[in-house]
T-cell receptor, first 111, second 111 residues
Framework: DAMVIQNPRYQVTQFGKPVTLSCSQT?????MYWYQQKSSQAPKLLFH???????NEADTPDNFQSRRPNTSFCFLDIRSPGLGDAAMYLC??????????FGPGTRLTVT | EDQVTQSPEALRLQEGESSSLNCSYT??????LFWYRQDPGKGPEFLFT???AGEEKEKERLKATLTKKESFLHITAPKPEDSATYLC????????????FGTGTRLQVTL
């Protein structure tokens, strides 16, 4: 089945220790997104790629970076995680202007 | 700025007790309104897209409707497996593929 895959499902990191989350897709969608979702809150868009064009949200902290080496893969790098960065990180894909399909998420814990 | 407000925040129903969830929105121009289902600890699952006022979509016990200011998700004779958080999101004509989400309605269906 075509899908969006995220690894790892659970990630524990120490305060200030860099961490990378990965996302891959078999849908061949040209748009990929990274969201942050905290408990009982709406998903918050961090950035998205339209093909290789990177689009950063104005309020996304500089601590968050992303890479998209090819159509299928996208990475979220958190350079110096703080306690406030503990959240569920969701990757999604879509064709331009159509519904987004989400992966299962990565639960990040910062100790 | 696009805004999405969902009500109620939480809803508890008995099995078979039909009800409706509300999604009110403000956008400069609506490109699409999306409904998602999210189970605890998982990514959102796409349900419906609605594009214009008067449009309706159905899937099993769920029916989504759209007016110029709000959308309803009607749940007919719900079962315990319908328990989840239901998220509404809008896509603005001016922001290409980006979605603005509401905080969701947490639905619990009991026997």
């Amino acid at each position: 089945d075509a899908m969006v895959i995220q690894n790892p499902r659970y990630q524990v990191t120490q305060f200030g220790k860099p961490v990378t989350l990965s996302c891959s897709q078999t849908l061949n969608h040209n748009v990929m997104y990274w969201y942050q979702q905290k408990s009982s809150q709406a998903p918050k868009l961090l950035f998205h790629y339209y093909d290789k064009d990177f689009n950063n949200e104005a309020d996304t902290p500089d601590n968050f970076q992303s890479r998209r080496p090819n159509t299928s893969f996208c990475f979220l790098d958190i350079r110096s995680p703080g306690l406030g960065d503990a959240a569920m990180y969701l990757c999604a894909t879509s064709r331009e202007g159509h519904e987004q399909y989400f992966g299962p998420g990565t639960r990040l814990t910062v100790t | 700025e696009d805004q999405v407000t969902q009500s109620p925040e939480a809803l508890r129903l008995q099995e078979g007790e039909s009800s409706s969830l509300n999604c009110s929105y403000t956008v400069s121009g609506l490109r699409g309104l999306f409904w998602y289902r999210q189970d605890p600890g998982k990514g959102p699952e796409f349900l419906f897209t609605l594009y214009s006022a008067g449009e309706e979509k159905e899937k099993e016990r769920l029916k989504a409707t759209l007016t110029k200011k709000e959308s309803f998700l009607h749940i007919t004779a719900p079962k315990p497996e319908d328990s989840a958080t239901y998220l509404c999101a809008v896509q603005d004509t001016g922001t290409a593929s980006k979605l603005t989400f509401g905080t969701g309605t947490r639905l619990q269906v009991t026997l």
